[in-house]
């Protein structure tokens, strides 16, 4: 796998993970511990694009 085609997949998840904290949030019986955690593996991915794109 390219570095390229690497950060297009990074995007895509990095994507995903926002729309299902969107949506999740509005949904009134989701475990905030569930968000949380969401949340944390999207910042972690972000972290992976930035130092990908940077090196």
């Avoid at 999740?24 to 511990?33: E, F, G, M």
Wanted: charged letters at 35%; hydrophobic letters at 30%.
């Amino acid at each position: 796998m390219t570095l390229s085609s690497h950060l297009t997949e990074l995007r895509k998840k990095h994507q995903h993970l926002s729309d299902q904290v969107e949506s999740a949030q509005r949904s009134p019986a989701t475990d905030d511990l569930m968000i949380a955690e969401m949340k944390k593996k999207k910042l972690r991915i972000k972290e992976e694009i930035s130092r990908l794109s940077q090196g």
